[in-house]
């Protein structure tokens, strides 16, 4: 069986969608992600100070 060739116009659809300065969704969602990532971390890094260990001589 022959591999197909791909189609004109997804060949065309890959092309414009290259020249497109709009975020895909999936963009958008990663860079969501990150952001909530860091004000989480952000977040975790104020509310808990760092402990410290006392020791009785």
Known sequence: MTP??????LQ??????AKCNVAMPWQRGTM???TI???EQAASAS???PR??????
């Open 4 to 9: 197909k060739k791909p189609r004109r116009w």
């Open 47 to 49: 509310t808990h100070p």
């Open 52 to 57: 410290v260990l006392l020791r009785s001589a």
């Open 37 to 39: 990532a860091r004000r």
């Open 32 to 34: 969501r992600n990150g």
């Open 12 to 17: 065309s659809a890959i092309v414009e969608a």
